[in-house]
Each structure stands twice: as C-alpha cells, then as structure tokens.
C-alpha cells in the first residue's frame, strides 16, 4: 500500500516572491507621473535632442528639413569666432558682477530680518516682491531710471553735483547698469533661501554662545556662516547658472548693445537662429553654453560631496 504525500505549493513569503498585492503598487505613482513625464519628453527632452542633431546639419529656417550635414563645422566655425567668444565673455562678467553681491546682501537682509524684532513680514514682502514682477516691467522700470536727462538716478546726483554717465549709452557702464537692476530685480530669491537656513538653525546654539561671552560678529562667524553652508554652497550655484542665462533684461534694455557691449551668448544665439536663420549653428553654439552649465553643475556636485563627507 503506497501512501501519496500532498505537497503544498509554497507561498509568495517562502518563495522570496513579492506578494501579489504588491505587484500593482506603483501604478498609481506612474498615473500620476505620466502626464509630466510626456509633456517633459515632448517639450524639454526631444526639444533638446532635436537641437543636438541639428547641431551637425546646415540647418535654416527658410529652408526645409535638416539641409546639408555639416559635421563639427558649426562647432569648428563657433570656437573661431570672435563674436562667440566675446558674448561668452560678456556673460562671465555679467556674473562676475551679479553672484557675490547677490550672494552678500542676501545674506545680510536676511540676517537683518531674521534678527528684527518688529515687522519681520514687512521686510519679507519689501525684500521677495520686485522678484515676482515680470522681467518686461522691470526693464522699463529701470530704463526710466536711466533715461538722460529725465531719469530718476541722474535727477538725484545733480542735486549733489554728480555728473551721471550714459548709464546704457555707455560701453563702460551699460553692463554695470545691467548688473544693478538684476541684483534690485532677483535679491529677493536669494534672501528666501537664506531666511529659511537661518531658521533651521537652532537657538540653543546663541544662547550657549552668548553664556560664554561670545559677541553678535562672533557667532556669525562661528555659528552662523558655517551652519550656512549648504545653503551657501546651493545659492552660489542657482545664482550661477540663473546669471549664466541672462537673456530678458539685456535684450529688452540694451538689446546687446551699445556696439555689442552687452550682447550675452544667448543673445547670441538668439541673434544667428532667428535673424540670420542659422538654426543648425546657433544650436551648436547652444549646445557648447551647455557644457559650460554642466561644468558648474559638476562643481556643485563636488562641493556638496565633499561638505556631506565633512559632516
């Protein structure tokens, strides 16, 4: 007589399988997630993948298609000229202009408001809102300011007999005069970010400092900058690319001028893909102010590595 032994199919638990029940999790996720994954492939990654191949071709807007391949020679003919260069210099000292005082008063004002007793919202509001406005109303803000001869600024330096430049007529004082009206126009972005590492940190650390005799200049320097420097290290670099990208104040103020004084390199690009119609070489140029986002993103990375390995 032979017995047969059942054998029992072992569960999902035993088998190192995931539970049924589990499988499905994620649908949910990647409902919500599809309609920003499609319109961010349709408008951001085949944008710029499109704009990488048409970086090789001839490419121009009054003619159809991809035209001629061109290879590396609108990159080749980009690295030669004397106008790219020089707009990608007038973008680097642009933000050579714009990021350490950004960077300082920000910190500062907020510092200032965090320490205020009375009407902190007020120096919040005054601090955040020229940043809302768009960038049409800031420059005509400021061109009215500027304007010889009418302009609130020169208005008020003959009234201590200062001679007040061609604030945007003048090579020498248009990017200047630039520089001013973005740190008026963006602080406020920056003073955010400050304000709200200030108030993670935490005032135990004041008050044990100030037990020890420490002054006000004293715990800034000890507590506060270095409790800052994530946040230092991230406004630094928003700061960076955002000046990198200077585009709507100086075409609309300016428009690149006076004699190309104030041209930025996507002006640059601007001026060869929509008024020459070299859509093929203002892409590779595009492509080039790409890599040198990328390598400040780099160093951002590295930096934030090597403050996480400190810590």
Do not use: C
């Not at 997630?33 to 085949?46: E, R, S």
């Amino acid at each position: 007589m032979t017995t047969e032994t059942a054998v029992r199919p072992p569960d999902a638990a035993e088998s190192g399988a995931p539970p049924e029940r589990h499988r499905w999790t994620g649908l949910p996720a990647l409902g919500f997630l599809a309609p920003f994954m499609i319109l961010y492939l349709a408008f951001i990654i085949g944008p710029t993948l499109y704009g990488l191949v048409m970086s090789f071709f001839d490419t121009s807007l009054v003619k159809p298609g991809l035209s001629g391949f061109a290879g590396f020679g609108n990159y080749t003919e980009a690295l030669q000229s004397s106008d790219f260069w020089s707009s990608l210099w007038h973008t680097l000292w642009f933000t050579i202009l714009t990021t350490p005082p950004l960077i300082i008063l920000a910190f500062a004002f907020a510092l200032l408001a965090d320490r205020a007793r009375y009407g902190r919202w007020f120096f919040r509001l005054a601090f955040f809102a020229p940043f809302i406005l768009p960038s049409a109303v800031v420059a005509l803000i400021w061109i009215f300011l500027y304007t010889p001869g009418l302009g609130l600024i020169e208005t008020a330096l003959a009234k201590v007999s200062i001679t007040s430049p061609n604030w945007l007529g003048d090579p020498v004082w248009a990017m200047p005069s630039l520089a001013m009206t973005t740190i008026w126009w963006t602080l406020g972005f920056n003073f955010v970010l400050y304000l709200a590492g200030l108030q993670e940190i935490p005032r135990e650390l004041y008050e044990a400092s100030s037990i020890d005799g420490a002054s006000v200049w004293q715990q800034i320097r000890k507590i506060t900058i270095p409790m800052l420097g994530r946040t230092t290290t991230l406004v630094a670099v928003l700061q960076v690319i955002a000046s990198l990208k200077v585009f709507d104040q100086m075409y609309i103020m300016t428009s690149g001028g006076p004699n190309f004084a104030t041209r930025s390199i996507l002006e640059y690009v601007y001026d060869q893909g929509f008024t020459n119609f070299r859509v093929g070489y203002a892409a590779a140029v595009s492509m080039l102010f790409f890599l040198v986002v990328l390598a400040v993103s780099a160093v951002w990375f590295a930096l934030v590595r090597r403050q996480e390995k400190e810590v």
